[in-house]
């Protein structure tokens, strides 16, 4: 199995090269911007029509090397094809922020314990040190980044893991995920475990209220602040994420099935609940499940997706499903048949391991089932 990460470096470089690597970030978003211009004009994104008309008009005028000029045209491109794989409308681009694409071994390589980069005045070794995780494997485009006044090296790499075969499962657990507890899990032993939810709502309606007032005001500096606030909980959306998929995935021993509902096309999913000022707070699930899937694949662990239909609906001990079963107010699933009552999350999250075990069986006919509700 092939997965991707990204290692982050922090580039150390001297007062001379920082303001070097600053003029070449610049003059490379300049040629990003008037490669955009030219894209958006004649709605070209064929790679060799835009060599042919740009390559040494590039050259000449940003006064780059063939390599950079290459990576700008596959930058912006890259830009363009995105807007229309997505369907979004047709604009022109901009590159606002400094940025440059660094190709392996023709942009940069790793020399001992220095890192080499491309500038517009040649190579230059630089010191680093790794700000997450050293990883060793293929190496894709890299992207230098100015931010806070620190430079970083972002690399994605490539490395191979071992599959996980059904036949090393040794335990299950099913996912649900949610807005009073964002994760609530169900395993081989019976143990349910609720990742709460109440503090990270909180946090989300605040940034609502905030942003609900920045909006009213309808001034420029409102607008800029608008900007930040949406990056700085994005980044804490990030974290969040993390931390619980982390805890996820080392709460549970190698060889486990981690079971979670497949909520294809879903980013974004709507909470119903609001805070005092009618404020609708959001989260993203699919973050979260990207972040559980190669986390569990680094040790040794497997994700699945399986249908989300009625798992909060149906009784986990005789399968009677009715949409009377669950109390979505009251948080409570009380069986209508056999009048069995539990909490509504963990009845899902029950549901999903039983998924979990049908599709062992399917896979290996030999597998028991563990546990009960």
Not at 89 to 111: A, C, E, T
Not at 156 to 166: A, G, R, S
Request: proline fraction near 2%; include cysteine.
């Amino acid at each position: 199995m092939l997965i991707t990460l990204n290692s982050k470096l922090q580039i150390l470089p001297d007062e001379q090269t920082r303001e070097l690597l600053l003029d070449t970030m610049r003059v490379y978003k300049e040629a990003c911007n008037y490669v955009s211009r030219y894209i958006f004009i004649t709605q070209n994104t064929r790679l060799r029509d835009l060599q042919n008309a740009l390559y040494y008009e590039l050259r000449e005028r940003f006064a780059i090397r063939s390599q950079m000029a290459i990576s700008v045209l596959r930058t912006v491109r890259a830009k363009y094809v995105s807007l229309d794989t997505n369907h979004h409308p047709w604009k022109q681009i901009f590159f606002n922020k400094p940025q440059l694409d660094l190709v392996w071994n023709r942009d940069y390589s790793f020399l001992d314990d220095v890192v080499s980069i491309n500038t517009l005045q040649g190579r230059k070794k630089l010191s680093f040190i790794y700000t997450n995780y050293a990883l060793k494997g293929k190496y894709g485009t890299a992207s230098l980044i100015y931010r806070h006044k620190k430079f970083y090296f972002y690399i994605p790499v490539t490395f191979e893991i071992p599959d996980v075969k059904e036949k090393d499962i040794i335990n299950v657990v099913g996912v649900d995920r949610g807005i009073r507890f964002i994760a609530t899990t169900y395993d081989t032993k019976g143990k349910t475990t609720f990742y709460s939810g109440a503090r990270v709502n909180a946090r989300r309606a605040h940034f609502d209220n905030i942003r609900e007032e920045l909006y009213r005001k309808r001034t420029a500096s409102s607008r800029k602040r608008l900007k930040a606030i949406g990056q700085r909980e994005h980044r804490w959306l990030q974290d969040v994420n993390h931390c619980i998929s982390k805890a996820l995935s080392e709460s549970q021993p190698k060889g486990t099935l981690f079971v979670i509902e497949d909520l294809a096309g879903i980013k974004r999913s709507k909470l119903h609940i609001r805070d005092k000022n009618n404020n609708c707070c959001t989260w993203a699930y699919f973050d979260l499940e990207q972040k559980l899937i190669y986390k569990a694949s680094l040790r040794g662990q497997m994700v699945i997706k399986v249908d989300p239909a009625y798992t909060s609906q149906t009784c986990p001990l005789c399968g009677r499903r009715a949409k009377a079963n669950r109390i979505r107010s009251k948080h409570i699933f009380r069986c209508v048949s056999c009048r069995y009552k539990s909490n509504d999350d963990r009845v899902a999250a029950i549901n999903l391991y039983n998924k979990g075990i049908q599709y062992l069986v399917r896979s290996e006919d030999s597998i028991p089932f563990f546990g009960g509700a």
